[in-house]
């Protein structure tokens, strides 16, 4: 037999499986639990190892450790199970979807296999054996209510800590979302850079904003150009866009967090950084409602890139290194740059305000001669072994600004997209040529 406990975070999962997998011992039946002690985010938990002490929302109830290896050892453990014993498992969503073989087997030997938190992928090789054979799988959901109302939940949300969901029904769902996007945009208004004015930098990615005044209403654009140069790179990581989640994301100077959560969204694990405090705020913010795991760090961008000894896959840095250079002078901008092209191991895209630009003009110190096009394009060459670097000139797309884009590998430009004004130059040819006019 397997059971299956399902419900939404902090339903009482664990509490359920802990009290059956009790009454079980209690009935002299053999009891073992099993944690994926190979999972990081397991393994980070002190307790996960054999021996430690698993417990729940419920004081004082918990259950010993006894196996913590991953998918293929577990199984392995679990033929090795007497019949009539009780195997359980909690946090079962770590186990790779082989594991319900595992279940099956162990059931058809005999055991009582309890589940907790499966993954939707593992339900789904569940409800196959279940169809198959009715009797042997018994799925128990647990419900909550709605903390707003009478309903049944069926979204949780969290309120700044992570640890305690709260539970929500679609419609107090839905009204909360709008409160507190409507609290974030009057906080914008009134903050800097524009107090009082509906006008700020970059508009938040995905919230309705039409009667905002945008410094940077190419944000959208700039973003859709990134996306190309990710599919663009496809060959040389074949999963970056079916698996984005095995894959890092870093803006240096990210604002409110457009592009963190552009690419949160399409499931890249994003961070950003960013000095000024507000707008850190504000992206946290806007995470913490829509749910979306992105780090965000209020840190002087060379600092922070300085310091992390972590590489990313894909980074970006948007018109802040130049500011870096007014703030530090012209070399703790290239210091910036040099660190940042030795920790991205795929792509970065750059954005450089020039020179000719006068709010920048005559403010770096150290600066020899003027920040260009050529500038970058140099400092990309020289600075950043990259393979193939990519030029979207300004004006393509509606961007503002020209676009770097690096490659560590040979990247073919995709030829058929034809919204984009693309030089592409090739290292490994030795060459600039002109792709589309
Ligand atoms: C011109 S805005 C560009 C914002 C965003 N990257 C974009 O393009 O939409 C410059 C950004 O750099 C940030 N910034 C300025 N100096 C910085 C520093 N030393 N370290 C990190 N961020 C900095 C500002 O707070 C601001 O968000
Ligand atoms: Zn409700």
Redesign the pocket.
């Known amino acids: 037999m397997i059971v299956i406990f399902s419900g939404l975070p902090g339903s009482g999962k664990t509490t359920r499986l802990i009290t059956k997998a009790k009454e079980n011992k209690a009935s002299g039946i053999p009891v073992c639990l099993f944690l994926n002690g190979e999972n990081p985010d397991l393994a980070r938990r002190p307790h996960v190892k054999p021996g430690g002490y698993m417990g729940c929302r419920t004081k004082g109830l918990g259950l010993r450790i006894d196996h913590t290896a991953g998918t293929r050892e577990t199984s392995e453990l679990l033929l090795e199970m007497k019949k009539g014993s009780c195997a359980v498992f909690d946090e079962a969503q770590y186990y790779d979807t082989d594991i319900v073989n595992g279940w099956v087997q162990a059931s058809k030997n005999g055991i009582t296999v309890l589940v907790g938190s499966p993954s939707q992928a593992q339900l789904k090789a569940l409800n196959k054996f279940a169809k198959h054979s009715p009797s042997s799988v018994q799925f128990e959901k647990l419900d909550t209510t709605c903390s707003s109302c009478e309903k049944v939940a069926t979204r949780v949300t969290y309120n700044g800590d992570y640890r305690f969901p709260i539970h929500l029904c679609e419609d107090c769902l839905k009204m909360k979302h709008d409160t507190d996007i409507k609290n974030l945009l009057d906080d914008m208004k009134a903050g800097n850079p524009f107090p009082n004015e509906l006008k700020t930098?970059?508009p938040f990615y995905d919230i309705p904003m039409d009667k905002w005044e945008l410094?940077?209403g190419d944000?959208l654009s700039?973003y859709q150009i990134m996306e190309a140069a990710i599919s663009s790179y496809e060959p040389n990581a074949p999963d970056v866009i079916t698996q984005p989640q095995h894959y890092t994301y870093l803006?240096?100077?990210?604002?409110s967090g457009?592009?963190c959560d552009a690419m949160a969204n399409k499931g890249y694990h994003a961070t950003g950084?960013?000095?000024?405090k507000h707008?850190i705020e504000w992206a946290t913010r806007l995470a913490e409602i829509k749910g979306q795991p992105i780090t965000y760090v209020k840190?002087?961008?060379?600092k922070?890139i300085s310091e992390i000894d972590t590489t990313y896959d894909i980074t970006s840095?948007?018109?802040?290194v130049q500011?870096?250079m007014v703030?530090?002078g012209y070399e703790s901008g290239m210091e910036c740059f040099r660190h940042l092209f030795r920790k991205t191991r795929h792509i970065c895209v750059v954005?450089m305000?020039y020179t000719t630009e006068d709010i920048y003009k005559d403010k770096i110190e150290g600066l020899e001669g003027d920040i260009d096009r050529d500038w970058v394009l140099n400092l990309m060459e020289t600075e950043g072994d990259f393979e193939t670097i990519a030029l979207v000139e300004s004006g393509s797309n509606g961007i503002w600004r020209d676009l770097f884009i690096g490659f560590k590998k040979e990247t073919e430009i995709n030829l058929e997209n034809k919204l984009f004004k693309i030089n592409m130059m090739s290292k490994a040819k030795k060459l600039a040529k002109k792709v589309l006019g």
């Open positions: 930098y970059q410094v940077r944000s700039r803006d240096l100077g990210c604002c457009f592009f950084v960013d000095v000024t707008f840190e002087d961008a060379l922070f840095t948007f018109a802040t500011w870096v703030q530090k954005e305000g």
